[in-house]
C-alpha cells in the first residue's frame, strides 16, 4: 500500500478551548480527497497549522510527506514541506485593492504590476480552471462575489502544483447553490490534477458533494467515524 502523505497518530492539542483537540488516526494518501465534520473555525484553524508544521502536539505524532513534523531541522526545510500545501483559508491574506488576476499571480511572481508573459499565460490558466471569467480577473479582488472571491482562493492554492490542499471551512461564506457550485468545482480540479484534499466544514451537504468520503470527529475520543451521510452515499 502507498505511504500516506499525511499520518496522524494519537495527537493532542490544547488550544485553551473547552477541551484539547484530539485527533486518534487519520490517513490521507496520494490522490484521496476527504472531508472533515466535527471541526469548529478554530479547531480547524488548529488541526491545520498541526498538519503544516506551523505548530506542534502535546503528544502524539504527525508525519507529512515522510517525515515527522517535529524533526524538520530549520526553517528552509519547513518552507519546502509548506510548498507542498495549498492553503485554502480566510487567513491567507488577499489585497482587495488589487486586481483578481495580481492577487492569484502573487503566489507565483513578485512581479504583479508589470506581469511577465510566461506569469500572465499561467494566471490566465489558473483563472480557466477554476471557472474565473476575464471579467473577475480584471476586477478588484474587493468587488467579488463570495463564489468568485472562492474560486479566487482556491487559485492561489494551486498555484504551486501542491501535493495536498488543505480547506478551512471554504464554504462558510457561501449561500446554497454557490456552495454546491464551488463543491463541483473544488471536486472537479482534484480530480483531473490526481492531488489530494482535506476540507474541514461544518455542512454535511458540502462535505458529501465535495468528496465521497467523510469522516466525523468524536471530540471526547479523537476517533474519526464514517458519517451516515457518506454511507447513504455509497448504497
Given at each position: 500500500?502507498?505511504?500516506?502523505?499525511?499520518?496522524?497518530?494519537?495527537?493532542?492539542?490544547?488550544?485553551?478551548?473547552?477541551?484539547?483537540?484530539?485527533?486518534?488516526?487519520?490517513?490521507?494518501?496520494?490522490g484521496?480527497?476527504?472531508?472533515?465534520?466535527?471541526?469548529d473555525?478554530?479547531?480547524?484553524?488548529?488541526?491545520v497549522?498541526?498538519?503544516?508544521?506551523?505548530?506542534?502536539?502535546d503528544?502524539?505524532?504527525?508525519?507529512?510527506?515522510?517525515?515527522?513534523t517535529?524533526?524538520?531541522?530549520?526553517?528552509?526545510?519547513?518552507?519546502?514541506?509548506?510548498d507542498?500545501f495549498g492553503?485554502?483559508s480566510d487567513?491567507a491574506?488577499?489585497?482587495?485593492?488589487?486586481?483578481?488576476?495580481?492577487?492569484?499571480?502573487m503566489?507565483?511572481?513578485?512581479?504583479?504590476?508589470?506581469?511577465?508573459?510566461?506569469?500572465r499565460?499561467?494566471?490566465?490558466?489558473?483563472?480557466?480552471?477554476?471557472?474565473?471569467?476575464?471579467?473577475?480577473?480584471?476586477?478588484?479582488?474587493?468587488?467579488?462575489?463570495?463564489?468568485?472571491?472562492?474560486?479566487?482562493?482556491?487559485?492561489?492554492?494551486?498555484?504551486?502544483?501542491?501535493?495536498?490542499?488543505l480547506?478551512?471551512?471554504?464554504?462558510?461564506?457561501?449561500?446554497?447553490?454557490?456552495?454546491?457550485?464551488?463543491?463541483?468545482?473544488?471536486?472537479?480540479?482534484?480530480?483531473?490534477r490526481?492531488?489530494?484534499?482535506?476540507?474541514?466544514?461544518?455542512?454535511?451537504?458540502?462535505?458529501?458533494?465535495?468528496?465521497?468520503?467523510?469522516?466525523?470527529?468524536?471530540?471526547?475520543?479523537?476517533?474519526?467515524?464514517?458519517?451516515s451521510?457518506?454511507?447513504?452515499?455509497?448504497?
Amino acid at each position: 500500500m502507498d505511504t500516506a502523505l499525511i499520518e496522524v497518530r494519537d495527537t493532542v492539542k490544547d488550544y485553551r478551548s473547552l477541551r484539547p483537540l484530539r485527533v486518534q488516526q487519520l490517513d490521507v494518501r496520494e490522490g484521496e480527497s476527504m472531508a472533515l465534520l466535527g471541526f469548529d473555525q478554530a479547531m480547524a484553524e488548529v488541526f491545520v497549522n498541526l498538519l503544516t508544521g506551523a505548530i506542534l502536539p502535546d503528544s502524539g505524532t504527525i508525519t507529512v510527506f515522510g517525515e515527522r513534523t517535529d524533526a524538520i531541522p530549520d526553517a528552509e526545510s519547513w518552507m519546502r514541506t509548506l510548498d507542498q500545501f495549498g492553503l485554502i483559508s480566510d487567513r491567507a491574506v488577499m489585497l482587495d485593492q488589487l486586481t483578481t488576476e495580481q492577487n492569484l499571480a502573487m503566489p507565483i511572481s513578485l512581479h504583479i504590476e508589470t506581469m511577465p508573459g510566461d506569469v500572465r499565460d499561467r494566471v490566465g490558466a489558473l483563472g480557466r480552471e477554476v471557472g474565473l471569467t476575464p471579467a473577475e480577473l480584471a476586477s478588484a479582488a474587493g468587488s467579488l462575489q463570495p463564489l468568485a472571491r472562492q474560486r479566487l482562493r482556491l487559485g492561489r492554492a494551486l498555484a504551486l502544483d501542491p501535493r495536498v490542499v488543505l480547506a478551512e471551512h471554504p464554504n462558510a461564506a457561501l449561500s446554497g447553490p454557490d456552495t454546491l457550485a464551488f463543491a463541483g468545482v473544488f471536486r472537479e480540479v482534484v480530480a483531473r490534477r490526481g492531488i489530494a484534499a482535506l476540507v474541514l466544514t461544518a455542512s454535511t451537504e458540502f462535505a458529501t458533494a465535495i468528496s465521497p468520503r467523510v469522516l466525523v470527529l468524536q471530540p471526547a475520543t479523537g476517533a474519526l467515524k464514517a458519517s451516515s451521510a457518506w454511507r447513504r452515499w455509497l448504497s
